[in-house]
């Protein structure tokens, strides 16, 4: 029901920044009504969710990014920003954004729809 795409993610040294962006699609073409959150995952790891902003606008962002990352929405625009500042190698990850229903929540079980997933690189 909800089209996530991606994009932003490349390689970038510690101490750099990085911009992601998610772009939404709804069949009506509103995203007021929805939870949008950012999740990353590595190889061997489980997907956790990083940052996330809900149809009221609260926040929430994991302890490891609080400070250095940025959660916006753009509902006119039907996007959603992830600004990446100061990041460290433990940044690195496959970043999805996902959605769900009104209000965030903290597993990935509890989210309705999925991007494909863009991978963020960060060097030493």
């Known amino acids: 029901q909800v089209q996530l795409v991606e994009s932003g993610g490349g390689a970038v040294p510690a101490g750099g920044s990085l911009r992601l962006t998610c772009a939404a699609s709804?069949?009506?073409?509103?995203?007021?009504?929805?939870?949008l959150a950012w999740f990353r995952q590595d190889p061997g790891k489980e997907r956790k969710r990083v940052a996330s902003?809900?149809?009221?606008?609260?926040?929430y962002y994991a302890a490891t990014v609080k400070g250095r990352f940025t959660i916006s929405r753009d509902d006119e625009q039907h996007t959603m920003i992830l600004q990446m500042n100061s990041v460290q190698p433990e940044d690195t990850a496959m970043y999805f954004c996902?959605?769900?229903?009104?209000?965030?929540?903290?597993?990935?079980?509890?989210?309705?729809?999925w991007g494909q997933g863009t991978q963020v690189t960060v060097s030493a």
């Open positions: 709804t069949r009506t073409g509103a995203t007021y009504s929805l939870c």
């Open positions: 902003i809900d149809s009221d606008g609260e926040l």
């Open positions: 996902a959605s769900k229903n009104w209000y965030c929540q903290e597993d990935v079980w509890q989210y309705l729809d």
